[in-house]
């Protein structure tokens, strides 16, 4: 069974471009979870997707959003990218809620902003 | 607002040897707690999951424990080997917020 699959690896980009990131669950999954990881804040929660609707969101700016497709794919878009959104970012998929069963992590894309 | 805290930052122990790994959380009504490892450059790994009503939950060399009252959580490994070596990171599902992460105890195992 393939895991989760994110693209593109790495990417550089300016600020003040847009971004935008592609996560493919494991097959049968159906909630999707997005991360940031940074060295000063470690692992924060964006948000996450269950059936195509977003069911939580953490403490980020309007600038991070993201979609499910009804094949369960995901995508997260970052726009007016500042210095600081310069991270590794993770996508994760779960069979159900992802708070209920466990989370199968992508290798994540790692995003410079310069 | 739940936090998590992770004790140590940092260890680094010889090989063979079983080693306790410490995770705090400041609001103990939770729905599960987790914990993952995570290789240089790479994602999660999930290890061990311990739902609220669970005291404990064990896979092979590791075993994990939970006390909620407390809001103590602890990742037991046995017989450490080198490729043990990572950051291991806790997680905890509350009630009232979203998913939690702690900042990780990076893991040296030396031969």
């Known amino acids: 069974k393939a895991g989760v699959t994110q693209t593109p690896r790495y990417l550089i980009k300016t600020r003040g471009q847009q971004v935008t990131l592609s996560c493919s669950p494991i097959?049968?999954?159906?909630?999707v979870s997005w991360y940031q990881q940074t060295p000063g804040q470690g692992l924060q929660f964006l948000f996450e997707?269950?059936?195509?609707?977003?069911?939580n969101k953490g403490n980020f700016p309007g600038r991070f959003s993201g979609r499910q497709f009804s094949n369960s794919r995901s995508e997260m878009n970052v726009s007016t990218l500042e210095l600081g959104d310069s991270a590794l970012y993770l996508c994760?998929?779960?069979?159900?809620?992802?708070?209920?069963?466990?989370?199968?992590f992508g290798n994540g894309t790692r995003l410079t902003v310069t | 607002k739940q936090e998590v805290t992770q004790i140590p930052a940092a260890l680094s122990v010889p090989e063979g040897e079983n080693l306790v790994l410490n995770c705090s959380f400041t609001?103990?009504?939770?729905?599960?707690l987790q914990w993952f490892r995570q290789d240089p450059g790479k994602g999660l790994t999930s290890l061990l999951l311990i739902q609220s009503s669970q005291r404990e939950q064990t896979s092979g060399r590791l075993n994990a424990s939970l006390d909620k009252s407390s809001g103590r959580s602890t990742l037991y490994i046995a017989a450490s080997q080198p490729g043990d070596s990572a950051t291991y990171l806790c997680a905890v599902d509350s009630r009232d917020s979203t998913l939690t992460f702690g900042k990780g105890t990076m893991l040296l195992v030396s031969p």
């Open positions: 609001d103990s009504a939770i729905y599960n």
């Open positions: 997707y269950f059936s195509e609707t977003q069911r």
């Open positions: 097959s049968g999954h159906r909630s």
């Open positions: 994760a998929s779960s069979l159900l809620s992802s708070y209920n069963s466990p989370l199968h």
